[in-house]
């Protein structure tokens, strides 16, 4: 079995439409390609929900802060257009660049509060430039339903104000992070790392963890239980700590006493590779 | 005959998702009410080309930068809903701001260089409340076609290029002003006016004549007709001339030589009522 894979807006709008007359749920799953366990775990729940399934391929140029990390950012169509067939995929939509952004957009969406701390404080137009190109994407595939990870927390907090704020009539699912065995939360990026820093990586998981432990036994103070996370980031000398923040899980704002289920969300670089996770902290 | 009101989103919804199942075409007009015979022009082009047609009718606060000009802005909501009903309308959209906006936004519609000259200049944050008011309609009334008024160019220039950068799936049909046995533009805004103020508003639309008819005989300096057409309306006292610009017709950006189509496009104050109007231009 094979998906198509399309790189035209049109072509997979035709696609699109003709399913819609036909009454069939669509499902989309919006990935910058080099997929891993976490993104088959997103097909795999779209596969079982819906009725035509688009995975879009895109390495979205507009997200980037950083122009080495758009370079450097891993691409692999060929594999990826297998793992999508293998998943029963029906439609791996990978438009160039141009087919996207046929010249420098004039619009954008605009993101508040939910972009202001975390990766928003540290990657100036980052969350700007993921919801552009997700509403350009929800304006062509025109799902039932979209998959985002919930490795990437605060991505999903965004899309998820942004689909209320405009009324988007998508359901958008979050689906839990898939972790390697020792609690690496997989990341396309995990394959630039060098065995010494593949080992190091995972201090992030062991930090989150002892947040989430202390949540659960009761510590109710956000700084001290971010403290307690910082400590056990700040022991592994091949890492640099970037955050390390308790917020509220809607709007992603630093909470100071917990009273409800908060995120603990870290990112840290190891050697040239930045790293993101998060953790949901409930307290008993 | 009846227009059906919907104040509710869920409700229009349901109208929508039940018209698309049936491959009915779906056309939108969106106005802020206070319905006039430029209105009608545009819901008659909606009723000729579709099988159900949508008449949004909400004043948007976001788009308003001047608070009196908001708490001023005519309301009718009785008359406008006789209107929909004698020209076939089959839903009136009416949301209260709190259907709208049940807590404040936390995205925007950013508007980049469409936006910069003309209106955009004058009233800021006025097209990103326009841009992100009609998004939000455009994702909840899912028309195949939405019908705005030329009177209005920078937002219909707003609206194609909001709908180009995010690949709404949605045909603008841009509708010729309406205008007055003497030529002045039809406007909510003009019920406002006392009878001299009437009277001495129609020098804008003069004063457009002018800079199209000197295009139109071949004067290819903006500046000169720009200079030509301004003068008609400094020699009304009764007015107050804000901006009167010669643009190109995609970007509203001005032009300095006029070698195609151009639009001149000008707002006045008289008294306490702010109008605008424009005419294309075209070079022999």
Not at 13 to 38: K, Q, W
Not at 83 to 111: K, N, Q, S, W
Not at 181 to 200: F, I, K, M, V
Request: hydrophobic share 45%.
């Amino acid at each position: 079995m094979t998906s198509d894979v399309i790189t035209s807006i049109p072509l997979v709008r035709d696609r699109v439409t003709e399913a819609r007359r036909a009454r069939r749920r669509i499902g989309l799953v919006p990935t910058m390609g080099a997929l891993h366990a976490g993104h088959k775990r997103l097909i795999d729940l779209a596969r079982a929900e819906n009725d035509l399934v688009i995975v879009s391929i895109f390495v979205n140029p507009l997200q980037f802060d950083r122009p080495e990390d758009l370079e450097k950012y891993p691409r692999a169509l060929q594999a990826d257009a297998d793992v999508c067939a293998a998943a029963g995929v029906d439609v791996v939509f990978a438009p160039p660049v141009a087919e996207m952004y046929p010249e420098p957009l004039d619009c954008a969406i605009d993101v508040g509060r939910v972009a202001e701390h975390l990766c928003g404080r540290f990657r100036p137009g980052h969350f700007r430039g993921v919801a552009t190109v997700v509403m350009k994407l929800f304006q062509i595939a025109q799902p039932d339903r979209a998959y985002f990870g919930e490795k990437d927390a605060q991505q999903l907090a965004v899309i998820r104000r942004m689909v209320a704020d405009f009324n988007v009539p998508i359901e958008i699912v979050g689906v839990p992070t898939v972790r390697e065995p020792d609690g690496l939360a997989l990341s396309s990026r995990n394959q630039r790392l060098q065995p010494g820093e593949r080992r190091a990586a995972t201090v992030l998981y062991e930090a989150l963890k002892v947040a989430s432990a202390q949540v659960a036994g009761g510590v109710r103070d956000a700084a001290g239980v971010r403290q307690a996370a910082r400590q056990v980031v700040e022991r592994e000398p091949a890492v640099r700590l970037e955050y390390l923040e308790i917020v509220e899980p809607r709007e992603m704002q630093p909470v100071e006493h917990i009273d409800g289920p908060v995120i603990a969300a870290g990112a840290i670089w190891v050697g040239g590779t930045r790293l993101i996770d998060n953790m949901i902290c409930v307290p008993p």
